[in-house]
């Protein structure tokens, strides 16, 4: 049995090196993520149990039904936002956090901001970082800020902050718009409430459904983004009692590792898939298969006929973004972040400079 199990493993390394070292630089990354902050990340014996019916449920990832936007538009129209009380959150303190902690949550409540809601207005993007801090307070999240919005960045499963697992990490920031998020950041993480959202911990773009969203209580609507808090006492200010670790992990351990993880799933993706198929769909092209090579591989040519170049000039182009639906974060990380002269801006502009949103103090 151990060496059937050896063999099968030998042979799936011959045949599969990338997947291999891909997965394990994923792992190695997320070893040195959880070293960083070794003897300061906060123990898990501090979070309400699992069989504890308050501690549920679990934060689910931002999956999201298959919908044309106008149709997800209309059904997130339909969805009434709650007329009850909307208390606004407790201000965030880092406490006594040491400096490198501070300029950790610092960089990555930056990002969140930066790539969540960088084509946001000014109230757009205080609603997003307050929802990372709300999270850092609830115990159903890590009790840091690079903890919340990291999470689920390496997992299958699905991240809980898109641009951790979209790709648009790999593409450096614009200054500019950088600068501007990460004074909202600072406010937020030096007492700055944004009273409008109260306590929600989830939201998403106004064009997208996510699965969760009839399950939890709609509260705000800022700009293209739409607010959610947990249902029931869960969402309530008295569920908000989990203090701040005064700790971050190590911030580019952390980019590093979600970076290769969304490596590792490109390079995986659609492999067990029909190859033949998805080369069919191709104008003009045919397939030809060939002997597997020595080290097993199961490759596959393809040649094009004489149609090709008709077939060719009647496919309508469609953008890379539309192809594969790009989120809001790896659209804004792709153009630049620099909006076109003629583009309104998004969300509801301050009818004064001392609106009731305030400015940050």
Not at 120 to 127: C, I, K, P, T, V
Not at 159 to 180: H, I, K, V
Not at 265 to 272: C, L, N, S, V
Request: proline content about 6%; some cysteine.
């Amino acid at each position: 049995m151990t060496q059937t199990i050896a063999l099968q493993a030998a042979r799936f390394l011959r045949e599969r090196p990338y997947e291999v070292v891909m997965a394990g630089a994923v792992a190695l990354a997320g070893v040195i993520a959880l070293a960083g902050s070794a003897g300061s990340t906060p123990s898990l014996s501090g979070l309400p149990s699992a069989s504890d019916p308050k501690a549920l449920p679990a934060p689910p990832p931002l999956l999201v039904r298959q919908l044309p936007v106008e149709q997800a538009e209309a059904i997130n129209q339909g969805i009434a936002i709650d007329t009850g009380p909307n208390p606004a959150a407790k201000a965030f303190s880092l406490g006594s956090a040491d400096s490198a902690a501070r300029g950790r949550a610092l960089e990555c409540l930056t990002s969140a901001v930066y790539y969540e809601a960088g084509q946001e207005s000014l109230d757009g993007q205080r609603a997003v970082a307050q929802v990372v801090l709300n999270r850092v307070r609830h115990p159903a999240f890590p009790a840091n800020v690079c903890g919340v919005v990291y999470e689920g960045s390496t997992r299958a499963t699905g991240c809980q902050f898109t641009f951790t697992c979209d790709g648009s990490l790999m593409r450096g920031p614009e200054l500019g718009a950088w600068n501007r998020a990460k004074a909202v950041a600072e406010a937020a993480l030096n007492g700055y409430v944004y009273k409008p959202v109260g306590n929600a911990t989830h939201y998403h773009a106004n064009y997208v459904v996510p699965y969760w969203a009839p399950t939890l209580t709609k509260n705000a609507i800022v700009g293209a983004h739409i607010f959610y808090r947990w249902a029931g006492g869960w969402g309530r200010p008295a569920a908000f009692v989990q203090s701040y670790a005064r700790s971050e992990p190590n911030v580019g351990a952390l980019r590093s590792a979600a970076i290769l993880a969304e490596q590792r799933d490109i390079a995986t993706r659609g492999q067990a898939g029909d190859v033949g198929k998805a080369i069919a769909e191709i104008p003009g092209a045919e397939t030809i298969k060939l002997a597997p090579s020595m080290r097993g591989d199961k490759r596959v040519a393809v040649r094009f006929n004489l149609t090709a170049r008709k077939a060719s000039d009647e496919v309508k182009h469609k953008e890379y973004v539309e192809e594969v639906k790009a989120s809001d974060n790896l659209r804004w990380s792709l153009n630049g972040g620099m909006a076109a002269v003629d583009d309104k801006p998004l969300g509801v502009a301050s009818a004064t400079a001392g609106s009731a949103s305030g400015s940050p103090q």
